[in-house]
Every structure is written in C-alpha cells, then in structure tokens.
C-alpha cells in the first residue's frame, strides 16, 4: 500500500525555543517556521499575537513548548494560581484545543514521573519519546565505547532507561534523600575500569550526580560522565561541573545534555564538560507523524 504524502508542517515556538525552531525547521522543507508576536500587557499577561492567523486554517500546526520553569509554563497555557502539580500540569495540557484533524497530538521527551504518562485525558494524543538514541549515537564516537557502563542512580531510572540501553552493561545505584543531601550506593555491578555514563531523565540541583560520580569513582571507575535529558540546573548549578582550569578537578568527563530547556543551552555554551546533543531531528521526525 502506497504511504500516504507526508504534509506541511507550521511550526510555532514560544520566545524561549526560537533556536532549537530554527533548528527543527531546518531539518526539512516540509517544516514552516512560523512567528508569534510574544508581548505581555502591563500587568504580566500573556499579551500574543499572531499575524495572518486565518492562514492556518486546515494546516498541520505545531507549538514548540519549553517547560523549563514555572515562569514559561503559565506564560505559555495563559494560567494564573498555584504551582502547577504533574496532575495540574497533564490537565491544562489536556484541554489543548482539538483540531479539524482531532485530537492534538503533544510529544513529550523523557517524562519526568512515569505514572504521568496516565494523567492525560483523551482530548489530547501524549506521545512519549526519548532523548536516549541521541546519547547511544554519542557513545558509538567514543574512542573507549567498548568500555563504557551505564550507571542509573537510581531505581527510577532504571525503570525508565534500562530496555533502551540493554546492550550496555549497567551499574545500578541505590539513592535516598536526606533533606538536601543525597547518598548514594551501589546495589548491582562493577564500574571497576570502565568509563561510566551515568543516565538519569534530568538533573536540577547536580546532587545526585555529583554523589554518584564519587561513589562510582571510589569503586574503581576510570572516568565517569553524565547524560541527561532535561539540564533544569537552577540558580545555574551548572556551575558545579565546570572544568575551571586546567588543574581543576574533572570530576565528569563529558556531561551530555538536550536542547530541552534553551536557557540552560546558552548558559553552557563552550563549557566543558558540557555538551549538547539537539532533539532537532527527533522533534522533526515527530512532526512528520
Ligand atoms: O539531585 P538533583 O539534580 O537536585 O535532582 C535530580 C534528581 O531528582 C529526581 O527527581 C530526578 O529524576 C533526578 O534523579
């Protein structure tokens, strides 16, 4: 049977996604990069504008949302009140207007809790990707990826990443909060030798990696390095990975990151160990659904 044509795509993007939306539409012609005029009256509502909005009609439209903080969250669902649960979150983003075409379909990368996944209604259509096939494809460039041992932090992650990762051998790691502090130990496998990629969906203050590492480095690793695919780094925390100087402890080699949240991107730009692997591809393979 012949494959249906795949069809245009109007892409939009809140102010904060500009980039990674040029990225994605650059990735195919099918894909319309396409502008809102973001402004804000006075007293902090969301003021939008969209020029010639009436051409969009019985097009395929597309938003690029960022997630990255509260801010942008209520500023992009025009939403005032309390801090937005994971359940209050799913249900604003259920009542996203249908479509002619239906239900709107809302592509979500690594979910932070996976229970989530059943807090949407069935107005919308969640689809649930990872940011994973981006590390794998980074891990292959390795010179050492034939020594490399994913580390999960914890029994959250490994529920999450293990089947995308199972031709790695894995250290999994035990993790309990203590208020601020975080300890971690190994419960399974040996990172003695390897270099360790530690996988985790997101980091925001850097305590679990950065206890990790130690435990990991203590145990006998060669190196240790982090993917993550949400870098939220609040009151840039980054800044605890940072290679400063060249005599400067390097605690984690590489420290991988997506162009999830854009201010993070900026902030990091040409810092090691950071880099950025971009969902550009993945978003706009998505979009072509
Ligand atoms: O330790 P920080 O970076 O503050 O928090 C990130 C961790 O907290 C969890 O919810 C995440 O899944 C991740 O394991």
Redesign the pocket.
């Known amino acids: 049977m012949e494959r249906p044509k795949k069809k245009q795509v109007l892409l939009f993007h809140c102010e904060e996604a500009e980039e990674l939306a040029r990225k994605v539409a650059a990735q195919s012609d099918l894909i319309k990069l396409q502008c809102i005029n973001w402004r804000s009256f006075d007293d902090g509502f969301p003021n939008l504008f969209i020029k010639n909005a009436h051409d969009i009609r019985g097009q395929h439209v597309a938003f690029l949302a960022s997630f990255s903080s509260t801010a942008v969250i209520f500023e992009q669902l025009s939403e005032e009140g309390d801090v937005a649960t994971a359940f209050t979150l799913a249900r604003m983003l259920s009542n996203t207007p249908i479509s002619r075409g239906g239900p709107t379909s809302l592509v979500i990368y690594d979910i932070?809790a996976l229970q989530e996944r059943f807090y949407f209604s069935d107005t919308i259509l969640p689809l649930f990707v990872t940011g994973i096939p981006l590390l794998k494809q980074r891990l292959q460039l390795l010179p050492e990826s034939d020594k490399v041992v994913i580390a999960f932090?914890?029994d959250?992650?490994w529920k999450r990443f293990h089947k995308l990762l199972d031709d790695f051998p894995v250290v999994i790691c035990n993790k309990v909060r203590e208020g601020d502090k975080?300890i971690v130990r190994i419960k399974e496998g040996d990172p003695t030798g390897y270099h360790v990629v530690i996988v985790?969906?997101?980091?925001?203050?850097?305590?679990?990696?950065i206890e990790c590492q130690k435990v990991l480095a203590a145990h006998g690793a060669a190196k240790v390095s982090a993917y993550v695919t949400h870098g939220v780094f609040p009151k840039k925390s980054w800044q605890r990975f940072l290679h400063k100087s060249e005599d400067s402890e390097k605690a984690f080699s590489h420290f991988w990151i997506t162009d999830s949240c854009p201010h993070t991107v900026k902030a990091i730009a040409e810092k090691a160990p950071f880099e950025v692997l971009s969902l550009a591809g993945s978003i706009a393979d998505a979009l072509q659904i």
């Open positions: 932070h932090p914890d959250g992650a975080r985790d969906d997101l980091v925001q203050s850097g305590g679990t990696l």
